[in-house]
């Protein structure tokens, strides 16, 4: 495979090794009375970054992590990234935001054992944890206009498993789980219905970004918006779900992509993702969505916020043009932040949307997107711009905020 070729085979090594380990805990199981398929042994101690407060670095620490209980399933982690959302609930800002909690939402690893009644994976399957799970049950998963299943949303918004407990404990505390994934730790506890089995060959280091910023943004724009083509739009926030909204609209035909951001060093890579012009706000003396109307007879028939400020969001909408316009806030506003704008724009036709995960079905969704990668028909090699040991997880962090990185991947 061009896209490094010592990743399939390294990763059919360990697909293999987790599947010999698998066998022989199957069968001291049989031979102890334990079911088949039920993880055994103790508690697996590992290597973990946790968040002990908010504000503060992570502090790398041996943590252990228990096995999976009903319907879960452990997994070895082998790569991660960090994403804006990592660091907006480490700032403090995050509502449900607590500590102590090992954080990260996009990563990749193998299945290292499963519990009772998990019966879809096993060990020694690749597989991206989700924090928007699929069970498939829900009102919500049987509704075909919406991904958001609150089969565990209650608990998971506590940190905690399912079963209102947690598999992570550090120097004799309990550690809180983060999004029902909490990908900062060697080994993780997931909820079976959080978990994505894809193409053993995919490279982990890359594929980890399919588990929220790239679907989100690529899906924005594919599945909220649904671009059509021939049309014009506009995104505010070139940072890494920037750029998949980009990558969204082209591959849906859009005719005229204008990026819009404050820092015009993301301009070069906007381009190369597809936009056709990048604008500053900085740059004009009048208010960026009247400029945006000018440039466009009107008004853009999409636009998308990608930064997470309500002000900003005002400005996608009433950069759109009226009667059709359609603008999809992506970014995460702060706690207690609202939206405002003249009733006016929504009576003349504009539609105000959001999106979570880019609206994917997860379970079902993830492994198609991975497919796609595969397929070169999406872009994610070209997202990541930094890769670093475990150890250095809070230069992530520091790279994050200065603006330098698009995804930093850490790896085990």
């Known amino acids: 495979m061009a896209r490094g070729r010592a990743w399939p085979v390294q990763r059919a090594r360990q697909a293999l090794l987790f599947k010999v380990i698998s066998f022989i805990k199957v069968m ?119 991904n958001l299943c609150q089969k565990i949303r209650v608990t998971q918004g506590k940190g905690l498993m399912p079963d209102g407990t947690s598999r992570f404990t550090c120097k004799g505390k309990k550690i809180l789980h983060y999004m029902g994934t909490s990908t900062f730790s060697e080994y993780t506890v997931v909820a079976d219905i959080s978990v994505a089995k894809i193409d053993p060959l995919a490279p982990l280091d890359k594929v980890c970004l399919l588990g929220c910023g790239i679907s989100t943004g690529y899906g924005a724009a594919v599945n909220t918006a649904k671009v059509e083509p021939g049309s014009t739009c506009a995104i505010f926030g070139l940072g890494g779900v920037g750029l998949a909204v980009i990558m969204g609209c082209k591959v849906a035909g859009a005719s005229r992509i204008i990026g819009v951001d404050i820092n015009k060093d993301k301009f070069a890579r906007a381009k190369e993702f597809g936009a056709c012009e990048c604008i500053s706000p900085q740059d004009f003396s009048k208010p960026i969505q ?102 250095e997880i809070n230069k992530a962090f520091e790279l994050l905020h200065v603006g330098k990185s698009i995804r930093t991947v850490v790896k085990f």
């Open 290 to 391: 009247e400029v945006l109307v000018e440039m466009t007879d009107g008004g853009v028939d999409y636009s998308f916020e990608c930064i997470g400020n309500v002000k900003v969001m005002r400005a996608a909408l009433e950069a759109c043009h009226k009667g059709w316009g359609v603008s999809v806030v992506v970014g995460v506003a702060g706690a207690g932040e609202e939206i405002a704008t003249r009733p006016f724009q929504l009576v003349t036709g504009r539609t105000w949307k959001g999106t979570a995960f880019g609206g994917w079905k997860s379970v079902e969704s993830v492994p198609k997107l991975v497919s796609e990668y595969m397929s070169k028909k999406i872009k994610v090699d070209e997202f990541v711009t930094h890769n670093l040991s475990f150890d």
């Open 28 to 146: 001291r199981g049989r031979r102890s009375g334990t079911p088949a398929g039920i993880n055994w042994h103790l508690v697996i101690k590992c290597k973990a970054a946790v968040a002990w407060e908010a504000g503060k670095p992570l502090s790398i620490e041996e943590v252990e992590v228990a096995p999976p209980k009903a319907h879960e399933v452990r997994i070895k982690i082998i790569a991660t990234a960090v994403c804006h959302t990592d660091a907006y609930t480490l700032s403090g800002a995050d509502p449900e935001g607590s500590f102590p909690v090992i954080l990260g939402h996009e990563g990749a690893g193998i299945v290292e054992s499963v519990g009772a009644g998990v019966t879809k994976l096993k060990a020694g399957d690749t597989v991206i944890p989700l924090y928007i799970p699929q069970c498939g049950e829900c009102k919500f998963c049987l509704n075909p206009k919406t």
